[in-house]
């Protein structure tokens, strides 16, 4: 896995107008939504593990995988985009993490503390 979500955090997030209030991108989700990327080229949020892994026959019509969520007076676009068990997004990050898992297998920590006491001593 050598694609790294993009987080320009310190970015300057334009403003848009939704009625009478201004809303942008708020940095913060970053923290929330491990799968969410921000692309200053478009001024948009994508997602990371769908344009990875989703299955490339389908025909999302989902913001996040296909022009970009700009929505941010609907921050519960973000929760749907995770969706229900069997969502586009689900199918997509059950093959992302089946890639990520063995860095993070339980034989690996294992084999970290081992090494760590041995340092000690
Ligand atoms: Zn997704």
């Known amino acids: 896995m050598e694609r790294v979500p993009c987080r320009p955090r310190s970015h300057n997030f334009p403003q848009t107008k939704f009625g009478v209030k201004s809303l942008r991108f708020n940095p913060s989700?970053?923290?929330?939504?491990?799968?969410?990327?921000?692309?200053i080229d478009k001024e948009a949020a994508f997602?990371?593990?769908?344009?990875?892994?989703?299955?490339?026959?389908?025909?999302?019509?989902?913001?996040?995988?296909?022009?970009?969520?700009?929505?941010?007076?609907r921050r519960i676009g973000l929760?749907?985009?995770?969706?229900?068990?069997?969502?586009?997004?689900?199918?997509?990050?059950e093959k992302y993490d089946a890639l990520n898992k063995p860095k993070a297998s339980i034989q690996n920590i294992f084999d970290y503390s081992k090494k760590e006491d041995m340092n000690k001593y």
Request: proline fraction near 2%; aromatic fraction near 22%; charge should be positive.
């Open 29 to 39: 989700w970053f923290n929330k939504y491990d799968w969410l990327e921000y692309s």
């Open 47 to 73: 997602c990371l593990v769908c344009y990875l892994f989703k299955n490339k026959d389908d025909h999302v019509e989902d913001p996040f995988v296909k022009n970009g969520f700009k929505g941010w007076n």
């Open 79 to 93: 929760d749907k985009h995770v969706g229900k068990f069997n969502s586009v997004y689900n199918q997509a990050r």
